[in-house]
Each structure stands twice: as structure tokens, then as C-alpha cells.
């Protein structure tokens, strides 16, 4: 049974750094496709960063420079330096095959940037 579930979400101040996990239970990340979403209050679900199974990244423009998506074997991980209140979301892991309906979700974890 295939189980993504999140960790390493919490309280920071702004510039503050955090580091987000993904462990993955029941699968073997590099045969996904690998993302961060996230979704912040009133808004919709928006890709943060993804990182393919050939291990090609890309991220979005409002975290690029400041946030760095990478994997192991089995835990993907987003790195997020210089936060900024605007990146207070829920952060979701999700895999997926592409062209095919393997689709899993993280139930996430809640990032607050405040003083």
C-alpha cells in the first residue's frame, strides 16, 4: 500500500528556513514523478516544485532561488530558505505517473511564516 506522509511544517519567522520530508512507504520514489503543492487559505492548490523520475527538477517562479526540491531512495525533501509570509500554505507531497491514473497524496503539513 503506497503512503506519502509530510513532515517538518511549523511556526517560522520571516527569512527563516525549514526543511520538509516526504517519507514514502510502498514504493520506490525514482519510479515517479515527485511534487510539492501547496494550498493557502481561500486559494487554490498551486505546484511548488517537481522533480521527474529521470531526476530533472523545476520550480515554480515565486520560490525559485529560494526553495530546492531533491529525493532519496525513499523521502523527498524541499528545502525553503528566505521564507516569506506569502509561502504560509499547507504543503502537500504528491506522486504520480504521467499518462496513467497513479495519483497519491501527502495529507500535508501546515507552514506558518510570522512574526
Known amino acids: 500500500q503506497v503512503q506519502l506522509v509530510e513532515s517538518g511544517g511549523g511556526l517560522v519567522q520571516p527569512g527563516g528556513s525549514l526543511r520538509l520530508s516526504c517519507a514514502a512507504s510502498?514504493?520506490?520514489?525514482?519510479?515517479?514523478?515527485m511534487a510539492w503543492y501547496r494550498q493557502a487559505p481561500g486559494k487554490e492548490r498551486e505546484l511548488v516544485a517537481l522533480?521527474?523520475?529521470?531526476?530533472g527538477t523545476k520550480h515554480a517562479d515565486s520560490v525559485k532561488g529560494r526553495f530546492t526540491i531533491s529525493r532519496d531512495r525513499t523521502t523527498m525533501y524541499l528545502q525553503m530558505n528566505m521564507l516569506k509570509p506569502e509561502d504560509t500554505a499547507v504543503y502537500y507531497c504528491?506522486?504520480?505517473?504521467?499518462?496513467?491514473?497513479?495519483?497519491?497524496w501527502g495529507k500535508g503539513t501546515l507552514v506558518t511564516v510570522s512574526s
Open positions: 504528491n506522486a504520480q505517473i504521467g499518462g496513467t491514473a497513479v495519483n497519491y
Open positions: 522533480m521527474t523520475r529521470t531526476g
Open positions: 510502498g514504493m520506490i520514489l525514482s519510479a515517479y514523478d
